[in-house]
């Protein structure tokens, strides 16, 4: 393995127990146990989770290779189901587009199928533009978003966006989803 892969994975595990943290702290238990990461996130609490993932030509192959073990460590640590947590999926550029609803993979084995075929989709860095669209077309109750769930947003991303990304954020605040970012 080379330093630059092995800095990668070492990278992956830190990304992964914040995000696991930062769970925990929005109500859902993390517990340790026997897994590789040592952690593993339980609960009975129902959560809507939809990723947000950069897609842009500023992130590279290996970057985005990173972005898609991060999302399999994500869901290998959650019970996933349509009883517990659900995950979304939205890529970005200069246009995003829904990779899944919430409600489309209701099992860790489908979701991890679907995390290996994702593709990158290359173009400009549109995050603002990204967030409302998550709002308006994932976070909504005939996609699978449950009103007894916990909602949240996970941004994965390489840097600066090309648009105002302060408004849509306030947007999504304000409809009780909670934005967790992981970038550069």
């Not at 990668?8 to 340790?32: I, K, P, T």
């Not at 109750?141 to 949240?152: C, E, H, L």
């Not at 648009?163 to 992981?182: F, M, V």
Request: with cysteine.
């Amino acid at each position: 393995m080379t330093d630059e892969k092995r800095q990668a994975v070492y990278l992956d595990m830190d990304h992964l127990l914040l995000v696991l943290l930062l769970l925990w702290s929005s109500g859902l238990q993390a517990e340790r146990n026997h897994t590789s990461t040592g952690a593993r996130c339980d609960t009975t609490a129902k959560a809507d989770i939809v990723l947000l993932v950069d897609g842009s030509g500023s992130i590279g192959n290996l970057e985005f290779e990173i972005f898609k073990s991060f999302i399999s460590s994500i869901v290998r640590n959650l019970h996933i189901g349509p009883d517990r947590v659900q995950i979304g999926l939205v890529q970005y550029s200069f246009r995003p587009r829904t990779e899944w609803h919430l409600n489309t993979y209701q099992t860790k084995y489908s979701l991890l199928g679907a995390t290996s075929s994702l593709r990158q989709i290359t173009g400009s860095t549109k995050t603002g533009k990204a967030l409302n669209y998550t709002l308006q077309n994932n976070f909504q109750p005939n996609v699978g978003m449950r009103a007894d769930s916990q909602k949240i947003a996970v941004l994965l991303t390489d840097g600066q966006s090309q648009d105002d990304t302060r408004l849509p954020s306030k947007k999504l605040k304000d409809a009780g989803i909670e934005i967790y970012t992981i970038g550069d």
